[in-house]
């Protein structure tokens, strides 16, 4: 059977699936997925270098906001 996000295990009820796969240098992009829907990937067009954060309502599952910060230019 299919989980959500590719995951191995299907999650319990009424919690949030989620994967977060980390990119490789600056040839394979990270992603995100929440609820079987990718929120953050280089196919979007929506990462940067450095950390990828997407800020999701913790109750709803609303996705709030998604942002990029540079660590390596200060």
Avoid: W
């Amino acid at each position: 059977p299919r989980h959500k996000c590719g995951n191995q295990k299907s999650c319990p009820q009424n919690y949030f699936a989620f994967k977060i796969i980390s990119g490789a240098a600056n040839v394979v992009g990270p992603t995100i997925c929440f609820e079987d829907s990718v929120l953050m990937s280089s196919v979007k067009n929506n990462i940067g270098r450095g950390l990828n954060i997407a800020l999701v309502n913790g109750t709803t599952g609303q996705l709030l906001k998604t942002d990029a910060f540079d660590m390596y230019s200060g």
